[in-house]
């Protein structure tokens, strides 16, 4: 099979929740980092996001679920050519990775959005009320370079102002497994981002 080479400048994704009555809420569009094909970041406020390209992908999010009569959250990922139109990439119907932040960064968690559509609740419109940058916590981050494991010095991550971790109870990380997430709080992105990448110094991770 072959595939057009897209012209992409970045990727972003919008969460979103659906009623039975076909009312729906959305967050703010965050924009993705992906690294090895899984996500590394989410940032919110995305710096490349203009209003927008905000308005058109929360536009065809809301299409696409209206369109399936879909109820419950749903997250559509999009690519953003250079051009500025936009691709969805992926649906996910259900709560998504890259909507974790909203436990520490808004009014309404997309999980409390899922069981409020799933018990026939209102929906609540979600605020945001912190830039947040956040990172995806994989198994590779318990193990040291030579392959021994060890347990990530998260003393020194919750030391940082700021910074939410969050981990699974996953007993048995592995490379590429997914063991929770570290979301970085602050009043602007900019902020945000300095903790975060104090995170990933303490970390080990690559910075972004």
């Not at 924009?31 to 970041?41: P, S, T, V």
């Not at 065809?60 to 879909?70: F, M, P, R």
């Not at 198994?139 to 939410?164: I, M």
């Not at 063991?179 to 995170?199: E, K, N, P, S, W």
Request: glycine share 8%.
């Amino acid at each position: 099979m072959l595939e057009k080479k897209l012209d992409l400048a970045y990727e972003l994704s919008v969460v979103m929740a659906r009623g039975r009555d076909g009312c729906s809420v959305l967050y703010e569009p965050q924009q993705n980092l992906h690294r090895d094909g899984i996500l590394f970041a989410s940032f919110s406020p995305g710096a490349s996001i203009t209003p927008d390209i905000a308005e058109a992908a929360q536009n065809a999010a809301a299409t696409v679920a209206e369109g399936l009569d879909y109820v419950v959250v749903l997250c559509v990922e999009f690519f953003v050519l250079r051009d500025g139109r936009l691709l969805a990439n992926e649906i996910a119907p259900r709560p998504h990775n890259s909507g974790h932040h909203t436990i520490d960064s808004c009014t309404v968690s997309q999980f409390e959005l899922q069981w409020r559509t799933l018990v026939n609740a209102p929906l609540l419109v979600p605020r945001q009320h912190s830039a947040t940058v956040m990172l995806n916590l994989l198994g590779d981050l318990w193990f040291d370079a030579a392959g021994r494991q060890r347990e990530p010095d998260w003393a020194a991550v919750l030391a940082q102002p700021g910074a939410h971790l969050h981990l699974y109870g996953k007993r048995d990380p592995r490379p590429g497994r997914k063991m929770g997430h570290l979301t970085c709080t602050a009043d602007d992105i900019a902020a945000a981002r300095q903790v975060a990448l104090a995170a990933c110094g303490i970390l080990g991770l690559e910075p972004f």
